[in-house]
T-cell receptor, first 111, second 114 residues
């Protein structure tokens, strides 16, 4: 059983549309990170959130950490083909040391 | 470019053989974690090394072992390879045993067991 549940598993949208990816858990995390991974490559860190209710923006990407620090979301505005990839959320629980990953959301943006 | 490098990038081994994968951590980082990522899944934690000692282990059998060297680079060794060991193996570099710090990944080693 995954500690972090991501939804949806797959997402295919047209260029210019918006999308949201969700990451949920019953556990509390001291920090949560979002990564994007291209096929055959390692995950690339996009953002880290540490405070409940925190919102971070990275150009067209908006990341939110839930108030209880159990869930997070990634919203992409006006998606572009370059946003295509596997989006992974990963968290470190309090008093833990390892990153626990969700199964990932595969996003395809069609031109 | 994260500064975390892994070698080799691709490897094909036969069932029953042994393999060693290598990882150079980012400058200033003293913690290396290893992950296994099967196709279509998220990375699964194998173990972590901090200052040359194993600092924690996931649900992997003892034939998965590792080392960390004084320069904080690391090796992952897998004995008696099985077909299910075919996966992308990732190492992540961080500091302070990963607590309250960010982890940066290498490009991975794609292992195929035939």
């Amino acid at each position: 059983t995954q500690l972090l549940e991501q939804s949806p598993q797959f997402l295919s949208i047209q260029e210019g549309e918006n999308l949201t990816v969700y990451c949920n858990s019953s556990s509390v995390f001291s920090s949560l990170q979002w990564y994007r991974q291209e096929p055959g490559e390692g995950p690339v860190l996009l953002v880290t959130v540490v405070t409940g209710g925190e919102v971070k923006k990275l150009k067209r990407l908006t990341f939110q950490f839930g108030d209880a620090r159990k869930d997070s979301s990634l919203h992409i505005t006006a998606a572009q083909p370059g946003d295509t990839g596997l989006y992974l959320c990963a968290g470190v629980r309090s008093n833990d040391y390892k990153l626990s990953f969700g199964a990932g959301t595969t996003v395809t943006v069609r031109a | 470019e994260t500064g975390v490098t892994q070698s080799p990038t691709h490897l094909i081994k036969t069932r029953g053989q042994q393999v060693t994968l290598r990882c150079s951590s980012q400058s200033g980082h003293n913690t290396v974690s290893w992950y296994q990522q099967a196709l279509g899944q998220g990375p699964q934690f194998i173990f972590q090394y901090y200052r040359e000692e194993e600092n924690g282990r996931g649900n992997f059998p003892p034939r998965f072992s590792g080392l960390q060297f004084p320069n904080y680079s690391s090796e992952l060794n897998v004995n008696a390879l099985e077909l299910d060991d075919s996966a992308l193996y990732l190492c992540a570099s961080s500091s302070n045993r990963g607590r309250n710090t960010e982890a940066f990944f290498g490009q991975g080693t794609r292992l195929t067991v035939v």
